[in-house]
């Protein structure tokens, strides 16, 4: 929970060295940019790209993760049910904007066409109970990436506060920027609006009311949870006078 800037990327270039060069070529801009931290580009295939083969502590576990897509699939009676999709190829990089702030991964990946999954199990005679097994179409075409990078924790104020927010959310912006010049941007889902509006003031004015919010909320947690409760935002040397704003505004 947290204001957070959801973006995708997607293109048809069918060679590899191609998709290679668009991603170099988004790096390099990162580079350019004052992040925090620019990875190395991650080129993996295969079972490498399978997030739960990794031990919790790789560091390329959570690009891995987040590499993965997710599928839909008809459940019982009216439901649905999700199904990870894990890529097949992964040419990808992380950045880290600044403290207290997620890591904004860049990549574009390869998906199966189909996946076997597995449903509910049930009494067949003569075999007992089985789960029956069947092939699903993902419709995951061509090469994308679908992420997120919570920024609401850049400011902190242990970390430079509403300077160091905004100049975190700024850089991930100017990289789907670039996105867009390169012609693989897919879709932006900016919870602070500044993709939409370009408007730094009011961008700042909807972190102040995400903090108060979050604090609110994680505030009656602790009542009900007690003080063994974790949070970003408990950390903030100010979260009981944004406990209180945000618990007032309700």
Not at 70 to 87: L, Q, T
Not at 116 to 143: C, D, H, K, N
Not at 178 to 186: P, Q, R, S, T, V
């Amino acid at each position: 929970m947290g204001l957070t800037i959801h973006y995708s990327l997607k293109c048809d270039f069918d060679d590899f060295q191609d998709i290679r060069h668009c991603i170099e070529n988004l790096r390099h801009r990162a580079l350019d940019l004052p992040f925090e931290q620019v990875g190395t580009t991650v080129e993996l295939s295969g079972t490498d790209c399978d997030y739960e083969s990794r031990e919790q502590d790789d560091p390329h576990r959570w690009l891995l993760i987040q590499a993965g897509q997710y599928v839909d699939c008809p459940g019982p009676g009216k439901s649905s049910i999700s199904y990870s999709v894990p890529p097949t190829h992964v040419i990808a990089f992380e950045t880290v904007p600044g403290p207290g702030c997620e890591a904004a991964n860049f990549g574009l990946c390869r998906y199966p066409a189909t996946l076997q999954i597995t449903g509910e199990e049930r009494y067949v005679a003569g075999q007992g109970y089985v789960r029956p097994r069947r092939r699903i179409q993902t419709g995951l075409s061509g090469w994308r990436w679908s992420s997120f990078c919570k920024t609401q924790y850049a400011s902190d104020r242990n970390y430079g506060g509403i300077e160091n927010f905004l100049r975190c959310h700024l850089l991930v912006i100017k990289m789907l920027d670039h996105a867009k010049n390169l012609g693989i941007l897919d879709a932006v889902s900016d919870e602070g609006e500044f993709w939409e509006t370009r408007n730094v003031q009011a961008l700042a004015q909807s972190m102040g009311q995400w903090n108060e919010m979050v604090a609110a909320f994680v505030g009656q947690l602790k009542d009900q949870l007690g003080d063994d409760l974790q949070a970003e935002i408990i950390k903030y040397p100010d979260f009981e006078h944004l406990e209180a704003k945000g618990g007032s505004a309700r």
